[in-house]
């Protein structure tokens, strides 16, 4: 079974532009969670989709946003990029809403460098 | 605010030793909590997810422990390997006021070098 794909693994972005950025589940799983992940602050929950639906948000600005489409495969917007948002961005998923109890399978991520 | 403490930031241990390696949380309400290994440059990868009533959880090499009285987990790597040099991460999931709502809280890890 193929894990979880991100694309593109690698970007590279101008201060105010914007950016989408691609996660494909495992197949059968449902639910898929972005993260991002910087040297200084760690690993931070970004949101989570289940069924085409938000079930949870971190604590990041409406500059990041996100959706999820009927066959699961999600997608995550970042506008009016800043410099701070050069990160590694991870995506998860799993068979149903993930962060209860049930296993996570993390992507490769996605290597984001703001100029 | 809920907050999740890894120590020691960074270990370095010879190859067939082993190591425990420290999480202390203040997370609240409790549903679950997780460890991680991540391999530099990669996704992480799920060692163990325990659950409240859970003390111990084990995965090959790996034993996760929780005592959820003293907000305490460690994670204990039996004869250690070369290719158990990583970032070892330590997640607490908190329960949201409304039904169905979980929000993780991430550990800033501990670096794991395993020398030959």
């Known amino acids: 079974k193929a894990g979880v794909t991100q694309t593109p693994r690698y970007l590279i972005k101008t201060r105010g532009q914007q950016v989408t950025l691609s996660c494909s589940p495992i197949s059968g799983h449902r639910s898929v969670s972005w993260y991002q992940q910087t040297p200084g602050q760690g690993l931070q929950f970004l949101f989570e989709?289940?069924?085409?639906?938000?079930?949870n948000k971190g604590n990041f600005p409406g500059r990041f946003s996100g959706r999820q489409f009927s066959n699961s495969r999600s997608e995550m917007n970042v506008s009016t990029l800043e410099l701070g948002d050069s990160a590694l961005y991870l995506c998860?998923?799993?068979?149903?809403?993930?962060?209860?109890?049930?296993?996570?399978?993390f992507g490769p991520g996605t290597r984001l460098t703001v100029t | 605010k809920n907050q999740v403490e890894q120590s020691p930031q960074s270990l370095i241990i010879l190859e067939g030793k082993n190591c425990t390696l420290q999480?202390?949380?203040?997370?609240?309400?409790?549903?679950?909590l997780r460890w991680y290994k991540q391999d530099t440059g990669r996704g992480p990868v799920s060692l163990t997810i325990?659950?409240?009533?859970?003390n111990t959880k084990s995965n090959g090499r790996y034993t996760a422990t929780l005592d959820a009285d003293t907000k305490q987990s460690s994670l204990h790597i039996t004869a250690s390997q070369l290719s158990d040099s990583a970032s070892y991460i330590c997640?607490?999931?908190?329960?949201?006021?409304?039904?169905?709502?979980?929000?993780?809280?991430f550990g800033r890890g501990t670096s794991l070098i395993v020398h030959p």
């Open positions: 999480c202390n949380y203040t997370v609240s309400p409790f549903s679950n």
């Open positions: 998860a998923s799993s068979l149903e809403a993930g962060q209860r109890s049930y296993e996570q399978y």
């Open positions: 989709y289940f069924s085409e639906t938000q079930r």
């Open positions: 997640v607490v999931i908190s329960e949201g006021a409304s039904g169905g709502s979980y929000i993780p809280t």
């Open positions: 325990m659950t409240f009533s859970e």
